[in-house]
Nanobody
Framework: QVQLVESGGGLVQAGGSLRLSCVAS????????MGWFRQAPGKQRELVAS???????NYADSVKGRFAISRDNAKMTVYLQMNSLKPEDTAVYYC??????????????WGQGTQVTVSS
């Protein structure tokens, strides 16, 4: 059974930084691409950043140059370093394994997410 546990969110002022973590279990972590998604109130969930099993990364245009995704296979953890945060980054952030195309989440079940709130 896949389990994804996100943490690290919080309230931060614009321009600040946060580091999110997601611990995965029930999957062969090192063999899977991983991604971070976010969902703001009244909006659809969107892909923010992804990292292939080999380390290739991809980012949404809205976060390029500000966010960095990384992974530690030994800890079965994927991270999202978020810098220069903006109020429009406010959302609940989720992680999921991804298909190798890095375009879609692999599992239909999601963790509880972690709330990020950026004040202006």
């Amino acid at each position: 059974q896949v389990q994804l546990v996100e943490s690290g969110g919080g309230l931060v002022q614009a321009g600040g930084s946060l580091r999110l973590s997601c611990v995965a279990s029930g999957i062969i972590f090192g063999a899977n691409a991983m991604g971070w998604f976010r969902q703001a109130p009244g909006k659809q969930r969107e892909l923010v950043a992804s990292i292939a099993s080999g380390g290739y990364t991809n980012y949404a245009d809205s976060v390029k140059g500000r966010f960095a995704i990384s992974r530690d296979n030994a800890k079965m953890t994927v991270y999202l370093q978020m810098n220069s945060l903006k109020p429009e980054d406010t959302a609940v952030y989720y992680c999921n394994a991804m298909f190798p195309s890095l375009t879609a989440p692999k599992y239909s079940s999601w963790g509880q997410g972690t709330q990020v709130t950026v004040s202006s």
